[in-house]
């Protein structure tokens, strides 16, 4: 079993970056043909898919936030982290890490999410 768990604050102020970090337990984030995903919810809204970090160490975003987003990791912590810069109050969303098979393009297993607020 695989257990995939988020941490970071959960009050941001707009301009600000955001950090968050997804510690993994069960694999290493190094095994082929996995790829460690950052996906958010803003409230009322449906998924939202922000960018991964592959086993290789590359990296791949959404182009809508492209110009915001970067994913970097520690392999020796078996963690990978996600920095958002000059948030706004439309960042406001649960953000969930996730694991996606390259093979079979599906999030088999999931964080619990952690809701993150961007406000005065």
């Known amino acids: 079993q695989v257990q995939l768990t988020e941490s970071g604050p959960g009050l941001v102020k707009p301009s600000q970056t955001l950090s968050l970090t997804c510690s993994v337990a069960g694999d290493s984030i190094t095994t082929t043909n996995y790829y460690w995903s950052w996906i958010r919810q803003p409230p009322g809204k449906g998924l939202e898919w922000i960018g991964w970090i592959s086993y290789g160490g590359s990296t791949y975003y959404s182009p809508s936030l492209k110009s915001r987003a970067s994913i970097s990791r520690d392999t020796s912590k078996n963690q990978f982290t996600l920095h958002l810069t000059s948030v706004i109050p439309e960042d406001t969303a649960v953000y969930y890490c996730?694991?996606?098979?390259?093979?079979?393009?599906?999030?088999?297993?999931w964080g619990q999410g952690t809701q993150v607020t961007v406000s005065l």
């Open positions: 996730a694991r996606l098979l390259h093979n079979w393009p599906a999030y088999d297993y």
